[in-house]
């Protein structure tokens, strides 16, 4: 195992499509998979992730997230509909040099208000389906490669 390998962070809500919450090893990098898989189902038959749900979500990633916090170059973050103000403080809680590097998945709920945060964040954004999971997937799969 090759410790200096840099890692990508993924911080999400939701979940990634054929990725539970772990560390996986790529080629060149790892990538480090934050979320948990939230159905509809388990939070009461809505489909949008209150924001209390997103902010716990992100609590129990903490502790991994910052297990790996020397290897993080990038930061790839989830905003969704109502749990978007979760991941904005996920974000702003990171040291300043990570927040340097962070790219935006989000679904076009509230387009231009993530444009504008994309902006203050000086952030990339990838649009996705809401959940963004098989976005962020397919991200992950390329990212091992
Ligand atoms: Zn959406």
Redo the contacts with the bound molecule.
Sequence with gaps: MDEQKPVTCVMTYRGVNGFPKGIYEGTKRDVLVTGNIISPESEGGFN?VPVDVARRVYQEGKPMVGDFMQRIDEVIVYF??RGSIASLEAVEALPEPVQQNIKMV?????YQMKKQKARDLGASITWS???GDRTLGRIVENLLR
């Design positions: 949008t969704g509909a989000a679904c076009d709920c509230g389906e809401c959940g």
